[in-house]
């Protein structure tokens, strides 16, 4: 607890023990009027001093209407009918509710906090003569070199340029799992150096590093309101001042006709007590807070409550096939050699021939190669457009790309119609045989549509891939419809065509990998950005970050925006309908002042702890 809660707690304990005491002076002597109230001011004060004095401020300022306004009226109104202790009661257990709130919004906070705790604070800047001196993050300019000792955190973008360590990114992404990084390996804001001491060339300032836009994006999350939230903000506005008049029509009118103003009195300060709205208007922003500050700590980042209510009414699952269901990392996953050729020597040659480029599907050529080949070996390389390279291996002409490529070298290959990407190897005239390249499935993919499915939503995948490629992926992950061969203009026409068919009041989420879909994402009800450690397009773009390329996240990421807002509606229902029973009661008579305590006070706790149970969010596994 913090000193003003503790304060509130002692004052508390305080009031309540000379409560007891002066109810049990009254009831072994017979006191006056005054002697009674005398003794009931003292802990009245002790607890309600503040309530007053806001109070009057808010009268002063012409902000009237508000709960401080609502329990000072009807407590000062209980003393001067002389129910004393009625009067301190529900003074004391309305100091008891707003401590209990403030302790939940303390702790819906710090989990908030905890992700506060990736901003660095100093940089180890390497001076021209290699010492180091300390310096803030934000004085160290693009280009220059830190130094990031074990156990120290990242503290700007960069590039490693000496050094190997494990980087532990639980802040960043909620796994437990270290990454390791080389010279050469792009490094992030953030990260805890696990072990080893790395040299780091920085390459933005702190500004536009990625822990900077993460904080500013978790820290102005709660600027982006819900239509709960404004609903209840709204309501609040009107409600407020409509009680406190017909609390006064209650009070003036009926007795006008029957008399009994004392009694009318009475029941209209209860019924100021019972309308309070600090249930709802304390409970709907922290089950929004708690839901975006549970997220944050799986390392999904939600940039507002409302992009939280529109994830939770998702009914339609679009995707991006590379880079979000599958690796966007080539590998070779068949070998298929020709005229006495083996798998190894196909390889080889393949890797040779390839040496020197820096597409994708050489890289992973070489990377399948048992034993990289001497570049040297390769003379006369030339990468032809639409086809492959060509190059001599050996002194000898060699080939290694598609089919056209092939027919160019007037080379008689065995077509191989493998889904993915097939490359034809070919040297001195002779086909040596062909490679199927494919793009590899993340592990939890297939899970993470289940997951969806699970949740009734419909999935959808969109790719620029060949249409034989796009049906494999689909029918291997479950998903629902597929469209192939689609450029970035395209697949924003068929979110709108999408959008346009979705049920209404349902909301249509894309799940890209934010670097090159930012039109589509930005064009969703929803945008989603996977695979998104580092980078600044999906950070931008999308509406949700998740901060690795788990898409397992997702499904978490909906099951926690649904039960958010399924509290949400909990708390409304509960707090309007217990409300407006105890107004009826407390109108005709029925509900006394202690009823009234358990309608505000009591209504608000519960409500408060059903919105805590957002904090408690299961860790995806």
């Given amino acids: ?67 401080n306004f609502l329990m000072a009226i009807a407590t000062v109104g209980a003393m001067a009918v002389g129910e004393y202790r009625e009067g301190v009661a529900v003074m004391l257990f309305y100091q008891v509710g707003e401590l209990f709130q403030s302790y939940a919004v303390g702790k819906s906070r710090r989990s908030i906090a905890a992700l506060m705790d990736i901003r660095p604070d100093s940089a180890n800047l390497e001076n021209p003569d290699g010492s180091l001196r300390t310096v803030s993050p934000e004085e160290v300019p693009v280009g220059a070199a830190i130094v990031v000792r074990p156990g120290e955190r990242v503290p700007l973008d960069g590039v490693v340029l000496e050094g190997s360590s494990s980087l532990n990114t639980s802040a960043l992404t909620g796994e ?116 975006i500050g549970g997220a944050s700590r799986q390392g999904i980042l939600i940039k507002g409550g409302n992009y939280l ?47 020197y480029s820096s597409h994708p599907i050489s890289k992973s050529l070489r990377a399948a190669c048992r ?55 070919a040297c001195g005239g002779q086909f040596w045989g062909s490679i199927l390249i494919a793009d590899q499935l993340k592990p939890t993919a297939a899970g993470a549509i289940a997951g969806l499915k699970a949740q009734g939503v419909r999935t959808v995948m969109l790719t620029g891939d060949s249409a034989a490629v796009a049906d494999k992926v689909a029918a291997d992950l479950g998903i629902d419809e597929v469209h192939a061969g689609l450029l970035p203009a395209d697949k924003v026409s068929r979110v709108e065509q999408l959008l346009a068919a979705k049920p209404a009041k349902t909301s249509l989420a894309f799940v890209g990998d934010g670097i090159n879909d930012a039109p589509v ?55 309007l309908g217990i409300k407006a029973a105890f107004l009826v009661l407390g109108a005709v008579g029925i509900a006394t002042m202690w009823w009234a305590v358990f309608a505000d006070v009591g209504v608000m706790v519960l409500a408060v702890l059903n919105a805590m149970r957002m904090l408690a969010v299961e860790k995806t596994k």
Wanted: proline share 5%; aromatic share 8%.
């Fill in 1 to 67: 607890m913090t000193k003003k809660q503790k304060k509130t707690l002692y004052r508390i304990i305080a009031a309540a023990v000379l409560l007891v005491a002066a109810a049990v002076v009254c009831e072994l002597a017979a006191l006056p009027w005054w002697a009674q109230l005398v003794l009931h001011l003292a802990p009245y004060l002790v607890i309600g001093y503040d309530v007053l004095r806001k109070a009057v401020l808010g009268i002063v300022h012409g902000e009237v209407f508000d709960e």
């Fill in 176 to 291: 437990s799992v270290p990454r390791t990084v080389r010279p050469g390996d792009e490094v992030i804001s953030g990260c805890v150096n696990a072990d080893g001491l790395l040299r780091i060339q920085v390459r933005k300032p702190y500004g536009e590093s990625t822990v900077a836009k993460i904080l500013d994006l978790v820290e102005n999350s709660s600027l982006k309101k819900a239509r709960a939230e404004n609903f209840i903000t709204k309501f609040a506005r009107y409600y407020t001042p409509a009680v406190c008049f017909a609390a006064l029509a209650l009070a003036v009118v009926p007795p006008l006709f029957a008399g009994q103003w004392s009694v009318w009195f009475t029941r209209a300060l209860t019924f100021l007590v019972i309308s309070c709205p600090c249930a709802l208007v304390i409970s709907i922003p922290l089950t929004f807070f708690g839901g």
């Fill in 309 to 355: 209510e529109a994830l939770a009414h998702t009914q339609t699952a679009v995707f991006d096939k590379t880079g979000t269901l599958t690796r966007g990392v080539f590998a070779v996953e068949r070998v298929a050699p020709a005229n006495g050729h083996t798998a190894d020597e196909v390889v080889a040659l393949a890797a040779l021939v390839e040496s």
């Fill in 371 to 425: 034993q990289l080949p001497d570049p040297a070996r390769a003379a006369d390389v030339q990468e032809v457009a639409g086809q492959g390279v060509r190059a001599l291996a050996d002194g000898r002409p060699a080939g290694v790309g598609n089919a056209r490529l092939m027919q160019a070298m007037g080379v008689d290959f065995v077509p191989d119609d493998g889904v993915g990407t097939v490359v034809y190897v």
């Fill in 521 to 575: 994402l930005m064009r969703a009800d929803v945008g989603i950005a996977m695979g998104a450690l580092g980078s600044d397009a999906a950070i931008e773009a999308a509406d949700v970050v998740l901060m690795d390329d788990d898409p397992a996240k997702l499904s978490a990421a909906m099951r926690l925006a649904r039960k958010c807002m399924r509290i949400v509606y909990e708390n409304i229902i509960f707090a």
